[in-house]
């Protein structure tokens, strides 16, 4: 048998080793290289900033404080766009000849949208970054402001309103130099002027196709800000503070509807054409404010408020629900599963009726309470939404606050709470049925003395 050199038996089992020490040496790198790649992950689902962009000096910012202020904010602006609407809608109709019956189809588009992509955008909030899907949304319902003023712009101020026999005479009418819609002329005389009297045009469809789609696109605003910004508040929050902080955001969002009334109120005192006078008052029916003035402002602060919403990270340091990184990536397989469960909740589905309910009967009364303010009081356009919007929200503000703070005092059980909330609303319908039997004077009208 042949003698094996020594030297070579060392330098073999020399050789082996390092190779083990390689190898050993490498697995500890990848270890390494993977648990920074972890960490680096973690630090951008909890800090503040955008991309790989993340100084230090923001993350003071990434704080349930910061996120509700941010929230709040959005908010306030985010509920003036429905009671501005409403308080303009009757200057609408006039403006472009369309009943109430259309008003309705205006103002529930966006309610059909939320019905259609609620539950598609509340699974994708889940699995993607919460706050920047909070600023797209946003950012859609400012483009639904831009929308919703662009009839002025197409058609300019409805001065064919104002053309009537008893306003305008034929000197003033011959000396003016502006160009009146649906008139042959500028030199028309009194007996061409009845082409431009009241009642005289139809409907201005493509206006009002303008106004439904953007209505629609301010549904997909709404979704995301209640259905992913609601939920992303709770997450953060422990579950002692989540009744205070949610009923300040409460507070916040009903700001919004009374300065949505109140924004109305100030621009429909400016006739449509903030530059033209008109030679009439406000309470003259031919009179329409200056309603796109407002969707115009609501556009544009929403859209600056609505950028520091993408700079908030994923989930808060502080947040109580934790982001699960496997559930994110399981797509719409996992959909159908949810949807089962939460219909086999019957508390959260007998929840869900009864805000359907509730809606239905006083969807309504909100959307006609100002027409019907102005109509029965003979007030104008602008005061009938400042009166609506004093007695409407200063009590829902109040009760939002108080329920807040008397959960968090008193921690009533489930089964507590959920009476109380029974009574509460049984003493709210008892209320609006007391009110069916309380009329007002018939409107006086003027009538001529029959001929016999």
Same mark, same amino acid.
């Given at each position: 048998?042949?003698?094996?050199?020594?030297?070579?038996?060392?330098?073999?089992?020399?050789?082996?080793?390092?190779?083990?020490?390689?190898?050993?040496? &490498?697995?500890?790198?990848?270890?390494?290289?993977?648990?920074?790649?972890?960490?680096?992950?973690?630090?951008?689902?909890?800090?503040?900033?955008?991309?790989?962009?993340?100084?230090?000096?923001?993350?003071?910012?990434?704080?349930?404080?910061?996120?509700?202020?941010?929230?709040?904010?959005?908010?306030?602006?985010?509920?003036?766009?429905?009671?501005?609407?409403?308080?303009?809608?009757?200057?609408?109709?006039?403006?472009?000849?369309?009943?109430?019956?259309?008003?309705?189809?205006?103002?529930?588009?966006?309610?059909?949208?939320?019905?259609?992509?609620?539950?598609?955008?509340?699974?994708?909030?889940?699995?993607?970054?919460?706050?920047?899907?909070?600023?797209?949304?946003?950012?859609?319902?400012?483009?639904?402001?831009?929308?919703?003023?662009?009839?002025?712009?197409?058609?300019?101020?409805?001065?064919?309103?104002?053309?009537?026999?008893?306003?305008?005479?034929?000197?003033?009418?011959?000396?003016?130099?502006?160009?009146?819609?649906? &008139?042959?002329? +500028?030199?028309?005389?009194?007996?061409?002027?009845?082409?431009?009297?009241?009642?005289?045009?139809?409907?201005?469809?493509?206006?009002?196709?303008?106004?439904?789609?953007?209505?629609?696109?301010?549904?997909?605003?709404?979704?995301?800000?209640?259905?992913?910004?609601?939920?992303?508040?709770?997450?953060?929050?422990?579950?002692?503070?989540?009744?205070?902080?949610?009923?300040?955001?409460?507070?916040?969002?009903?700001?919004?509807?009374?300065?949505?009334?109140?924004?109305?109120?100030?621009?429909?005192?400016?006739?449509?054409?903030?530059?033209?006078?008109?030679?009439?008052?406000?309470?003259?029916?031919?009179?329409?404010?200056?309603?796109?003035?407002?969707?115009?402002?609501?556009?544009?602060?929403?859209?600056?408020?609505?950028?520091?919403?993408?700079?908030?990270?994923?989930?808060?340091?502080?947040?109580?629900?934790? +982001?699960?990184?496997?559930?994110?990536?399981?797509?719409?397989?996992?959909?159908?599963?949810?949807?089962?469960?939460?219909?086999?909740?019957?508390?959260?589905?007998?929840?869900?009726?009864?805000?359907?309910?509730?809606?239905?009967?006083?969807?309504?009364?909100?959307?006609?309470?100002?027409?019907?303010?102005?109509?029965?009081?003979?007030?104008?356009?602008?005061?009938?939404?400042?009166?609506?919007? +004093?007695?409407?929200?200063?009590?829902?503000?109040?009760?939002? +606050?108080?329920?807040?703070?008397?959960?968090?005092?008193?921690?009533?059980?489930?089964?507590?709470?959920?009476?109380?909330?029974?009574?509460?609303?049984?003493?709210?319908?008892?209320?609006?049925?007391?009110?069916?039997?309380?009329?007002?004077?018939?409107?006086?009208?003027?009538?001529?003395?029959?001929?016999?």
């Amino acid at each position: 048998m042949p003698k094996t050199n020594p030297d070579y038996t060392l330098i073999a089992k020399h050789g082996k080793r390092g190779d083990n020490n390689r190898d050993s040496d &490498c697995d500890d790198h990848k270890h390494i290289d993977k648990k920074l790649e972890l960490d680096e992950e973690d630090s951008t689902l909890t800090t503040c900033g955008f991309g790989r962009w993340r100084p230090r000096w923001l993350q003071v910012f990434a704080t349930p404080v910061w996120f509700t202020l941010n929230f709040g904010l959005i908010g306030i602006i985010h509920g003036m766009i429905g009671t501005y609407f409403i308080g303009c809608m009757g200057d609408l109709e006039k403006r472009f000849a369309f009943d109430s019956k259309i008003s309705g189809v205006i103002l529930i588009a966006d309610n059909v949208v939320q019905i259609l992509v609620s539950s598609l955008v509340g699974y994708l909030g889940d699995r993607h970054n919460r706050p920047m899907m909070i600023m797209i949304g946003e950012l859609i319902l400012a483009l639904s402001c831009a929308i919703n003023a662009a009839p002025y712009f197409i058609y300019g101020a409805g001065t064919h309103l104002l053309h009537d026999d008893k306003l305008l005479s034929t000197t003033s009418l011959m000396n003016s130099t502006k160009q009146y819609e649906m &008139c042959t002329s +500028v030199n028309s005389t009194m007996s061409n002027l009845d082409e431009c009297t009241p009642g005289s045009h139809s409907t201005i469809w493509p206006a009002v196709i303008t106004l439904i789609i953007g209505s629609a696109f301010r549904g997909i605003g709404y979704t995301t800000y209640w259905v992913i910004g609601v939920p992303f508040l709770d997450d953060s929050v422990t579950k002692d503070s989540s009744p205070v902080y949610m009923s300040l955001a409460s507070v916040f969002r009903l700001i919004g509807p009374f300065g949505g009334l109140f924004l109305s109120a100030f621009t429909l005192r400016y006739y449509e054409n903030p530059f033209y006078n008109p030679g009439i008052g406000r309470r003259d029916p031919r009179f329409i404010g200056a309603w796109w003035v407002g969707f115009l402002m609501i556009g544009v602060a929403l859209f600056l408020v609505s950028l520091p919403m993408c700079l908030f990270p994923t989930q808060l340091k502080s947040a109580s629900v934790k +982001v699960n990184r496997k559930s994110r990536g399981n797509g719409f397989k996992a959909m159908w599963p949810v949807f089962k469960r939460l219909a086999k909740n019957a508390v959260f589905m007998f929840h869900t009726f009864g805000g359907v309910f509730r809606y239905m009967g006083l969807a309504g009364y909100t959307i006609s309470q100002t027409k019907y303010v102005r109509a029965q009081f003979h007030l104008s356009s602008s005061r009938a939404s400042l009166v609506t919007g +004093v007695t409407s929200i200063f009590p829902l503000v109040f009760g939002i +606050v108080l329920g807040g703070y008397g959960i968090k005092w008193f921690k009533p059980r489930p089964l507590t709470l959920v009476l109380l909330m029974f009574a509460v609303e049984w003493f709210a319908n008892g209320g609006i049925f007391t009110a069916m039997f309380m009329d007002c004077p018939a409107v006086q009208l003027p009538t001529q003395p029959s001929a016999d």
